[in-house]
């Protein structure tokens, strides 16, 4: 079993920033991509941040230059630093992970955390 858990999360005033980071857990034998999505209300869940394993990263172009996202793969922990904080980045922020968990020739899954909150007013 997998588990994906997010956190730093919270209420900050426009212009501000936080700092969410995701944890992998449970039976894993590889990770590849952890990426960072966003669900505002009534909105489709959509991609902020990639990360691959080796390093490569892409972004939604409503987040360039504001955030950052980076990762640990001995920790097996990513993380999504974001700077000059929107009211439109409101939203609840997901991880996602395409992980392997019994070896090489086993399958790759996805998975998610739960979410945390992230609320930014103006």
């Known amino acids: 079993q997998v588990q994906l858990v997010e956190s730093g999360g919270g209420l900050v005033q426009a212009g501000g920033s936080l700092r969410l980071s995701c944890t992998a857990s449970?039976?894993?034998?590889?990770?590849?991509?952890m990426d960072w999505y966003r669900q505002a209300p009534g909105k489709q869940r959509e991609l902020v941040a990639a990360t691959t394993r080796g390093g490569s990263t892409n972004y939604a172009g409503s987040v360039k230059g504001r955030f950052t996202i980076s990762r640990d793969n001995a920790k097996k922990m990513v993380y999504l630093q974001m700077n000059s904080l929107k009211p439109e980045d409101t939203a609840v922020y997901y991880c996602?992970?395409?992980?392997?968990?019994?070896?090489?020739?086993?399958?790759?899954?996805?998975?998610w955390g739960q979410g945390t909150q992230v609320t930014v007013s103006s």
């Open positions: 996602n992970a395409n992980i392997q968990s019994n070896g090489y020739s086993s399958p790759w899954y996805n998975y």
């Open positions: 449970g039976s894993i034998f590889s990770i590849n991509a």
